[in-house]
Antibody, heavy 118, light 113 residues
Framework: QITLKESGPTLVKPTQTLTLTCTFS??????????VGWIRQPPGKALEWLAL???????RYSPSLKSRLTITKDTSKNQVVLRMTNMDPVDTATYFC??????????WGQGTMVTVSS | DIVMTQSPDSLAVSLGERATINCKSR????????????LAWYQQKPGQPPKLLIY???TRESGVPDRFSGSGSGTDFTLTISSLQAEDVAVYYC?????????FGQGTRLEIK
């Protein structure tokens, strides 16, 4: 059974860097074809894809946020980390991580709400 | 980026009736080498993460009731709920995973009439 869980701060100040960790089980991020992605959702709004890391270290980013994002993986710890710099109140959202294979994002974490406020 | 546009934005359907949600991509998401459409449908209920319903445009995820079906190819896709149940009240999203940046539609809110 695949599970994922996001963790990180619930409140960050403007200009700070956000670091979120996705801890997963039930699969290995060294298995061919597997990826873990990050998606966010501002309150009451639609889903926005942020970044994706594949088993082979291939990394993809949203072009509009690329300069602020870094995604990394630690296969031994079964974790994927997303860093987002220069946080702004518009970045207030629920942040999800999700497992990806050929079936798109088939399993999602419960999400973690991040508020950006001074 | 491939822009995904859903219609309608909201929909009210009577219990037991058919619900249809459309999704249009600005460019084709059909991968010619395997003839698969890289299009997924998700259901999201309040306070929950999205749940994968359909992938490859028409393949139902394991455990998803057969009243949910997906159709279409290329740039035009449809999610159909054949007989609406109370538990189907949710927001539905389409998503293309043909190429990054992956993109989602704006969502369609489905309610009971």
């Amino acid at each position: 059974q695949i599970t994922l869980k996001e963790s990180g701060p619930t409140l960050v100040k403007p200009t700070q860097t956000l670091t979120l960790t996705c801890t997963f089980s039930g699969f290995s991020l060294s298995t061919s074809g597997v990826g873990v992605g990050w998606i966010r959702q501002p309150p009451g709004k639609a889903l926005e894809w942020l970044a994706l890391i594949y088993w082979d270290e291939d990394k993809r980013y949203s072009p509009s946020l690329k300069s602020r994002l870094t995604i990394t993986k630690d296969t031994s710890k079964n974790q994927v980390v997303l860093r987002m710099t220069n946080m702004d109140p518009v970045d207030t959202a629920t942040y999800f991580c999700a497992h990806e294979d050929h079936r798109a994002f088939d399993v999602w974490g419960q999400g973690t709400m991040v508020t950006v406020s001074s | 980026d491939i822009v995904m546009t859903q219609s309608p934005d909201s929909l009210a359907v009577s219990l037991g009736e058919r619900a249809t949600i459309n999704c249009k991509s600005r460019q084709s998401v059909l991968y010619s080498s395997n003839n698969k459409n890289f299009l997924a449908w998700y259901q999201q209920k309040p306070g929950q993460p999205p749940k994968l319903l359909i992938y490859w445009a028409s393949t139902r995820e394991s455990g998803v009731p057969d009243r949910f079906s997906g159709s279409g190819s290329g740039t035009d896709f449809t999610l159909t709920i054949s007989s609406l149940q109370a538990e189907d009240v949710a927001v539905y999203y389409c998503q293309q995973y043909y190429i990054t940046p992956y993109t989602f539609g704006q969502g369609t809110r489905l309610e009971i009439k």
